[in-house]
């Protein structure tokens, strides 16, 4: 029987469908929960990682920006002295700070370490995983006492990353530890704990990616990157020193002819220590060998003006070559030193005496210039370039010809002849509209032209000139040596001379000037047959006597003095020609005269069977006279035959004399020959004095003025003025010196003033002669203000090293502060300072200045008016906004070198691109930096901004 279930019972029965139907929902809603958990969670995930490597990424840049900020600033935040560019060592220590000192790449390399950001002032970024950044710095960029002078676009990156080279700084995020980096904490400063693969081996070398566990991320600061930014601070600071020189003198320097930049380029420089001595350069502060110094470089000692080539270098250590050209051709310690690339070749066919031909050279493109010296080092021989180019009239580049070669074997190129060019600093040259900056620094020898007066006449005892017979020449000779009373200044032309300022008040010219002996001009009192001089020379001081010859070179006729008295001569001229007012006239003297007795004539002809000279010297127009008879006449057609002279005797007209010699027996006569054509002055002056300030001479050229009186330095046994006096046939007849041995010797009536020494731009250079502390000194021999030093120049001891800025001036006295971040400056008496008022030291020092190109108008030169330009008479600027040709005055930098450019040929479109390699045109070009044009452009007149 069936037993009937409940209700309830039954409705249960009915639903297990939906029971299990909502099991299955909620698992789905379980399932559908927990996959969207992990989407989140994925999402959320990268969500971390893309701000980690947005961290990182900024992390990063805000590093790199910080290396741009500190090498840009690098003169303000640490030495004024030392350029922008330097970048810090890294932190090995992780406290942030950088350390004094790294070492080079390699085993103990400690180029590579932790960002040391309090050195850049920075709020210690970190990546992602909260790891400090790391850093790797390419040496030659590296600050402290090793750095790299000179350090400018030139210097290129050591690093790499990948395949890109020419970096010079790469910074690394490490990112969390991956294997075998689990030591971190036991090992904090190991690189393996914190970089992968090639990151962490402490080469030159990096990658971005390396395969395995690898999750480095690396930024490099390329050198394109870096001197993008710190070309714009030199331009500033290149604008800055031109618009002081412009208020000061209400022009802008002449400029330099653009020069090859290496010629000038040293690879470093410095002061000799202990252990220098003869050829030997010690320097213990410099690794000469990691500055790249190598055998051939030239080295030049600053102190004795003397230079040798490099034969070794190891470590502090430099052998030289046999120093020549200097006072001492020795190598002392504390001697400035400098140390160049050499710029060389060989002299090919057609080379012959002065001229030197180089097939494979263009001399006008490499800026080779008038006043360069070439040595010749096969036969040690050294000269000076008269001229670039060859004739104008058939010009060939590849030639120079020189003004003379001395010092050698044989003084004479010759094919196969091995030479070097040494390029002075440049110097600033009229007319020149686009070129260099002229600078050169203290203690550097320049060219300069200058004009001397001297009177040292207690210096020497008087004597005879080996061959000359005149008794009236000789004392001349003497006496124009001692002294110029007679002469007037002696001005030494600018190709010809050499200067450099050791001190404000002391400074050395070496140079030569040729001059005609002698010419004048007629004064009003001059007829007839009677010559006097607009100056009232006394004829009897030069050397003149009764036989000379004189010329009127206005009219073109000639004589024979017949008498001399004071400051007039009387000579009846050829062609009944007689002297005017305003003629022009040159006397010339005879350096020798001879006594001797002619045996006989024969139809006329004079025959001297025994002369007392040798007949050989004899030519037409020599003065024969009758010492009898008192009757002068010229030789005609002399001939020498088995040691007899036979000559004609004609007057100014060329008539025949020779009857008024026939005395009744046996007759004697004087000969007068060996004519004094030319007279050479050769200066080597060390002198110390009261300066003038500098000022524009004549409206081209800054100069300074230097007047000695009994203070002479020693001069170290060399001649301090000598004078060559030379025959028609450019003959030597005699030379007289005067020589100062020391100090002491000079008398108290010895003086020397030399005037017109250039300047252009140079520091103000002296010694401390007043009390000092360490922040004040004095130097009572100048008004600062007087040199134009301004509040915020720089002061550089060079004694001590410390460098500071002006912040004070108080006539002859300076109050110095030291500059953030460098050693406390002091100085002490008799220590030695620079001060620049006229551009930053590190402006030279790191040789910006050889790649900086600068173009002026006329009226903004000196001499020019000051006068602003009208289109189209401006420089005119392409691609640098409107109005683009009003612009007066353009700097310009090169940057690092372009694919296209092979630096090694000097020219200058190896530097610079388009229309600012253009000399002759006053076309600059301005455009974004790429792979075709890279120069940074600078307007300094009219201001862009201040």
């Known amino acids: 029987m069936s037993v009937a279930r409940p209700a309830a019972s039954r409705l249960l029965q009915r639903r297990p469908g939906r029971e299990r139907g909502a099991v299955l929902l909620a698992v789905m809603l379980i399932f559908i929960t927990g996959a969207a958990y992990f989407l989140l969670e994925d999402l ?8 980690r490597e947005q961290q990182t990424a900024a992390a990063l840049s805000m590093a790199k920006q910080g290396l741009i900020a500190y090498a840009v600033s690098y003169p303000d935040r640490v030495n004024a002295d030392s350029g922008p560019g330097y970048l810090p060592c890294p932190d090995i220590d992780n406290d942030g700070d950088a350390e004094g000192t790294c070492a080079d790449a390699g085993p103990t390399n400690f180029t590579v370490g932790r960002l040391p950001w309090q050195t850049l002032e920075l709020s210690d970024p970190v990546d992602g995983s909260g790891e400090r950044l790391w850093y790797a710095l390419s040496e030659n960029y590296r600050y402290g006492p090793n750095k790299l002078v000179p350090l400018n676009s030139e210097t290129p990156g050591l690093l790499s990353v990948d395949a890109a080279t020419d970096i010079v700084a790469v910074l690394i995020a490490p990112g969390a530890p991956v294997a075998n980096q689990d030591t971190r904490n036991s090992a904090p400063n190991q690189r393996s704990n914190y970089l992968e693969g090639t990151n962490a081996d402490g080469d030159r070398a990096f990658a971005s990616n390396d395969g395995g566990e690898f999750n480095d991320r690396v930024l490099v600061l390329s050198r394109a990157e870096l001197m993008a930014a710190v070309e714009r601070r030199v331009l500033n600071d290149v604008a800055t020193v031109l618009r002081r020189y412009n208020s000061t003198h209400a022009a802008y320097p002449w400029l330099a002819p653009f020069s090859d930049p290496r010629a000038g380029h040293f690879l470093t420089n410095g002061t000799a220590s202990t252990g220098s001595v003869g050829n030997t350069v010690v320097d213990t502060s410099k690794d000469f060998d990691a500055l790249g110094v190598r055998s051939g470089a030239l080295v030049r000692d600053l102190a004795d003006g003397s230079y040798g080539y490099v034969s070794t270098a190891v470590n502090s250590t430099i052998q030289v070559t046999a120093l020549a050209g200097g006072l001492s051709n020795s190598i002392s310690p504390g001697d400035s030193y400098e140390v160049s690339f050499r710029v060389a070749g060989v002299a090919t066919g057609g080379s012959s005496g002065l001229t030197l031909f180089d097939a494979s050279k263009d001399f006008v493109d490499l800026g080779v210039r008038q006043g360069d010296i070439v040595v010749d080092v096969t036969d040690h021989s050294i000269g000076v370039i008269d001229r670039v180019g060859g004739d104008p009239v058939s010009p060939d580049t590849s030639q120079l010809d020189l003004l003379q070669l001395a010092g050698g074997t044989n003084n004479q190129l010759t094919p196969g002849h091995e030479y070097e060019i040494l390029r002075l600093p440049f110097h600033g040259t009229v007319g020149v509209r686009k070129g260099h900056l002229p600078i050169h620094s203290s203690g550097e020898n320049y060219v300069s032209s200058f004009d001397v007066r001297w009177n040292l006449e207690s210096l020497i005892v008087t004597t005879t000139p080996a061959g000359v017979t005149n008794p009236a020449y000789w004392p001349n000779a003497d006496a124009f040596a001692l002294s110029s009373t007679e002469t007037g200044p002696i001005a030494v032309p600018l190709e010809r001379g050499r200067c450099r300022w050791n001190d404000v008040q002391s400074a050395e010219c070496r140079g030569s000037t040729t001059m005609t002996y002698f010419t004048g001009v ?5 007829a007839g ?45 050829s062609s009944a020609a007689t002297f005017a007012p305003a003629d022009n006239y040159r006397i010339r003297v005879a350096s020798q005269v001879a006594d001797s007795d002619f045996e006989f004539f024969v139809s006329s002809v004079l025959i001297d069977t025994d002369p007392s000279y040798d007949p050989t010297l004899v030519s037409d127009y020599d003065v024969v006279e009758s010492i009898s008879g008192g009757v002068l006449g010229y030789v005609k057609d002399p001939v020498t035959v088995s040691g007899q002279i036979l000559f004609s005797i004609v007057d100014v007209d060329g008539n025949d004399i020779s009857t008024s010699f026939i005395p009744p027996a046996l007759g004697a006569y004087r000969l007068r020959y060996r004519w004094v054509d030319t007279r050479e002055y050769e200066f080597n002056l060390r002198f110390n004095g009261d300066a003038v300030p500098s000022a524009l001479a004549s409206g081209e050229h800054r100069h300074r003025t230097v007047t000695s009186a009994g203070t002479l330095p020693a001069q170290s046994g060399t001649p301090t003025v000598t004078l060559n006096d030379y025959g028609v046939a450019g003959e030597l007849i005699a030379t007289r010196s005067v020589t100062i041995a020391s100090a002491t010797a000079t008398g108290p009536d010895a003086t020397v003033t030399v005037t017109g020494l250039r300047t252009d731009l140079a520091p103000l250079a002296g010694t401390v002669t007043g009390a000092a502390t360490l922040k004040r000194f004095t130097d009572s021999r100048i008004s600062f203000s007087d040199w134009g030093v301004k509040v915020g120049d720089v002061v550089h001891n060079v004694t001590n090293g410390t460098v500071g800025t002006v912040e004070q001036l108080l006539s002859n006295e300076v109050t110095v502060i030291k500059i953030r971040g460098s050693t406390e400056f002091s100085i002490s008496p008799g220590q030695r300072y620079e001060l620049y008022a006229d551009f ?10 050889h790649v900086v190109l600068v173009g002026e108008v006329a009226g903004k030169s000196p001499g020019g008016g000051g006068a602003d330009c009208t289109p189209p008479n401006c420089l005119t600027l392409i691609g640098g906004g409107q109005p683009d040709d009003n612009k007066q005055v353009i700097a310009v930098t090169a940057g690092p070198p372009l694919a296209t450019q092979n630096r090694a040929s000097g020219n200058i479109v190896a530097y610079f691109e388009n229309g600012n390699a253009e000399l002759g045109t006053p076309t600059f070009d301005t455009m974004p930096a790429s792979d075709a044009f890279n120069d940074f452009i600078r307007v300094v007149d009219p201001p862009l901004w201040p």
């Open 44 to 51: 959320n995930a990268a969500t971390r990682q893309a701000a």
């Open 522 to 526: 007629a004064a009003g009192t001059s």
């Open 529 to 573: 047959d009677l010559l006097a001089d607009t100056t009232n020379r006394d004829f009897g001081n030069w050397g003149v006597q009764r036989g000379d010859r004189v010329e009127d070179l206005s009219n073109g006729s000639g004589g024979i003095i017949t008498a001399v008295s004071g400051s007039t001569v009387t000579a009846p001229l």
């Open 840 to 849: 930053p030291a590190w402006l030279t020092l790191n040789n910006w200045h």
